[in-house]
């Protein structure tokens, strides 16, 4: 099996890569044997996008590295060429920089998937796996969305995901190609940019720094480790049914407050080190996926708890100074 990665040197693109082709701590029980003769890594290598997050794997003969953007429409065709999956990870994804700017999304998240679409229907691609979000549900109260729950995103980061979404599977129902679509909770684990809450948090805490919480702290996120999000899309990989959907969650609900809290007590710090933040504009308060779909299609449930996948998480930003350091020097503001 010859399969297509894009975005496979962000952060859980590279989960992703590493666990196809078994690097240590990349497998799990409970992931299909896919058995890929080839893994192709196609990344723009945006301020995410990181070569050392495939290190693991880099010696492997089956991996191969494409330098090059999802929307030039030439080299996609000749690199969707001779493969069998396309797993669809490229994107803009950080909510922040959205709104401070939403062209890079829309075109990336947009006019990027749609190349991807149109070369997968040209070249036969025998299955699309495109990785979405629960963003684009926009904020539920109470209970939880199940897959046929009517889009209504409000950042322009959750608008070009839905757009994404609703492109993919147009090309499945006009088009008859093979997609299946995942959407997660808010992910977490080792390689994960730190812009991101949990790294941020974590990196300047070891550094004695503060740490900003946005309003109140009440905004609810179900956290879900990287490696059981890829197993997830693994699984739908594998076995999901074309023109689905499937919601791949972690089981853990927390307020901003409680997870910092918790952030806290493992590195034995303070709340004097946390500084409040004005609330981001269109702050989601809550998100929530039914995964019972998933479970009982699947098999899928997750299986690294959130005290024992933070734990490890914080233990591998302590003893990886060298990957994490210099992204923050990057970009810190300067003058």
């Known amino acids: 099996m010859r399969i297509l990665v894009t975005g496979g040197a962000g952060f859980i693109g590279s989960e992703y890569v590493r666990m196809l082709l078994g690097a240590p701590g990349g ?3 409970g992931v299909p044997a896919l058995e890929p003769t080839k893994v192709t890594v196609l990344d723009a290598l945006t301020y995410s996008g990181n070569l050392a997050n495939l290190a693991p794997v880099r010696h492997d003969p089956r991996l191969q590295f494409i330098h090059g953007n999802i929307c030039d429409t030439a080299l996609v065709n000749e690199v969707v060429a001779g493969h069998d999956v396309i797993v669809h990870f490229a994107a803009e994804s950080h909510v922040d920089r959205s709104i401070t700017k939403a062209t890079p999304f829309v075109t990336t998240n947009i006019l990027g998937t749609q190349t991807l679409l149109d070369a997968a229907l040209h070249h036969h691609i025998n299955r699309f796996v495109h ?7 926009g904020s539920i109260t109470t209970g ?3 897959e046929d729950w009517p889009l209504n995103p409000n950042s322009p980061y959750a608008a070009t995901k839905a ?3 609703l492109l ?4 499945h129902r006009t088009h008859n190609l093979n997609v299946v679509l995942t959407r997660c909770s808010n992910n977490y684990g080792p390689y994960q940019y730190p812009e991101k809450i949990i790294p941020l948090f974590i990196t300047n805490l070891l550094d004695g720094h503060t740490i900003p919480l946005y309003g109140d702290g009440g905004n609810i996120r179900d956290w ?4 059981d999000h890829c197993r997830g899309i693994a699984l739908a990989q594998h076995k999901g049914r074309a023109g689905h959907i499937y919601h791949i969650g972690g089981g853990t609900e927390l307020t901003n407050k409680q997870l910092t809290t918790r952030l806290l007590n493992a590195c034995n710090a303070t709340w004097d080190q946390v500084t409040p933040v004005p609330d981001r504009k269109g702050h989601d308060r809550r998100y929530s996926l039914d995964t019972t779909k998933t479970h009982h299609e699947l098999g899928y449930t997750p299986t690294i708890t959130l005290d024992h996948g933070l734990t490890d998480t914080i233990r591998w930003y302590h003893n990886n ?5 210099p992204l923050k020097a990057a970009s810190a503001p300067t003058g």
């Open 27 to 29: 497998s799990a029980e």
């Open 163 to 165: 757009s994404s979404d």
């Open 224 to 227: 879900l480790h990287v490696h």
């Open 144 to 146: 939880s969305w199940t």
């Open 321 to 325: 100074r060298t990957w994490w350091q």
């Open 131 to 137: 990785v979405s979000t629960d963003e684009v549900y």
């Open 168 to 171: 993919a599977l147009a090309y």
